[in-house]
C-alpha cells in the first residue's frame, strides 16, 4: 500500500524549475503560493529530493496560520510531516527543515551518510531510514510512509524525485503552474529530468482541470494514467 501522491510544481513557459543559477528562483506568484499552501494544509505528508533538501533548507510548513488552526481542529498536527529523499545526508544542517515549525521530520537515506550525521539527525528528533541501496528505494519509502499513516503525500520537486516518482508509477495526480515567463538555459532544471523517457515509454496524463489567473498564469491538473505506463519504464 501507498498513499495518494500528488507532485505539485511551477515552471515557467518553457518548462523550468529554476533557472540556470539553481538558487530556488521564485515562480509561483502570490495568488499561486496561497493555492499552494491550502495544498500543503490538506497533505499528511510534503516530500522534497536530495538537491533542493540541502541547496534550500526548506521550511515545508503551512504558511498561513488559519489554515494550522484548521487542521488541529481536525485533529491533525499544525503541519504535514516533512519529508527528505537524500542518497548521503552529511550536508544536512541543523536549519529550517529540520527546526522550522512544529512537524514530524522523516528522512530517507542511504548508508552512504555517515552513522554519526544518521545519530545527530536522531538526536534532532527525525525518523531516519537508512536503505542499503544506491538510492533510496521510493517503493519502500512511500510503503513505510503509508504505515506511518501518510494517507495523502504532497513532492515538492526537485525534477529528479518527480521524474523517478513518475517513472515508477508512483503517482497519481500532478499539478503545474506555469508562470507567463521564460528562463532558458540548457542546464536549467525541468519538472521531470533524470535519465528520461523514450516516446513509448512516456508517463500518459489526462487533463481532470485547468484554471487561468488574472495575471496570465495558469494552473493545469493532471491524472497520471497509471495503468498504462509502459512497464518497460518501469
Ligand atoms: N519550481 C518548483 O516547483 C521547484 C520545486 C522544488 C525544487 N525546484 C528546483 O529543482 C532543483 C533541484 O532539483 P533536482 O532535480 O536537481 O534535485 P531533487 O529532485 O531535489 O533531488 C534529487 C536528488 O535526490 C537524491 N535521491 C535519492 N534517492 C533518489 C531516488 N530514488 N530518485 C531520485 N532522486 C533520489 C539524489 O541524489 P544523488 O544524485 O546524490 O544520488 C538526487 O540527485 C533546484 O533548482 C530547485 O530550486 C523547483
Do not use: C, W
Not at 7 to 33: F, H, L, Q, W
Not at 102 to 124: C, G, M, P
Not at 126 to 153: C, N, P
Amino acid at each position: 500500500m501507498k498513499p495518494f501522491t500528488f507532485i505539485n510544481v511551477a515552471v515557467t513557459v518553457d518548462g523550468k524549475m529554476d533557472t540556470y543559477e539553481r538558487r530556488g528562483a521564485a515562480i509561483s506568484s502570490a495568488a499561486d503560493k496561497i493555492r499552494v499552501d491550502k495544498l500543503r494544509a490538506e497533505a499528511d505528508a510534503v516530500m522534497v529530493g536530495g538537491k533542493t533538501l540541502l541547496d534550500e533548507d526548506p521550511k515545508l510548513t503551512v504558511k498561513s496560520e488559519a489554515l494550522r488552526v484548521e487542521r488541529v481542529e481536525r485533529g491533525l498536527t499544525a503541519n504535514p510531516i516533512k519529508v527528505g529523499v537524500v542518497t548521503n545526508a552529511d550536508g544536512l544542517t541543523d536549519g529550517d527543515f529540520l527546526n522550522f515549525g512544529l512537524a514530524r521530520v522523516v528522512i530517507f537515506t542511504t548508508d552512504k551518510t555517515s552513522k554519526a550525521q544518521v545519530e545527530f539527525l536522531r538526536s534532532r528528533n527525525a525518523e531516519v531510514y537508512v536503505h542499503h541501496s544506491e538510492r533510496v528505494d521510493l517503493t519502500k519509502a512511500l510503503h513505510m510512509l503509508h504505515e506511518l499513516g501518510v494517507k495523502r503525500l504532497m513532492v515538492e520537486g526537485g525534477g529528479t524525485l518527480n521524474f523517478e516518482l513518475l517513472r515508477l508509477g508512483l503517482v497519481d495526480e500532478l499539478t503545474m503552474y506555469i508562470a507567463p515567463m521564460i528562463f532558458g538555459g540548457e542546464s536549467a532544471p525541468t519538472a521531470a529530468a533524470g535519465a528520461g523517457l523514450i516516446r513509448s515509454e512516456a508517463v500518459p496524463l489526462k487533463l481532470v482541470a485547468s484554471e487561468v489567473h488574472p495575471d496570465g498564469g495558469v494552473v493545469l491538473k493532471y491524472s497520471v494514467e497509471r495503468d498504462t505506463i509502459s512497464p518497460n519504464a518501469r
